[in-house]
Nanobody, 127 residues
């Protein structure tokens, strides 16, 4: 599975961005066979879970640091998952990665659970 993330950029604190991640070459499976996740990695820090969405879009989960500000959605017909980020803060500055894992019964927060990763898109929030 190849994942292409886009939509990053520079934004002022309090602003919004929407990231997209489109899957191709889905290894003979449909996009709806995969749960999707968003992670981020700030300079000098470990990669951390931001949020995830199950294969059907019926269940989502978020890190406490973004809950209420970020929303994940997916369009299986377009092989795309989105991360809507509102009320951005300087501490949200990071490279954001999307990831895919074979579908399961719960949203996975552990990056080791994910099978495929995109290349990342950079988000910078200025104060």
């Amino acid at each position: 599975v190849q994942l292409q993330a886009s939509g990053g950029g520079l934004v002022q604190a309090g602003g919004s961005l929407r990231l997209s991640c489109t899957a191709s070459a889905t290894s003979g499976r449909t996009f709806s066979s995969y749960d999707m996740g968003w992670f981020r990695q700030a300079p000098g820090k470990e990669r951390e879970f931001v949020g995830g969405i199950m294969w059907s879009g019926g269940s989502t989960g978020y890190a406490d640091s973004v809950k209420g500000r970020f929303t994940i959605s997916r369009d299986n017909a377009k092989n795309t998952v989105y991360l809507q980020m509102n009320s951005l803060k300087p501490e949200d500055t990071a490279v954001y990665y999307c990831a895919a894992k074979f579908k399961s019964a719960v949203v996975a927060w552990d990056p080791l659970s994910y099978n495929y990763w995109g290349q990342g898109t950079e988000v910078t929030v200025s104060s």
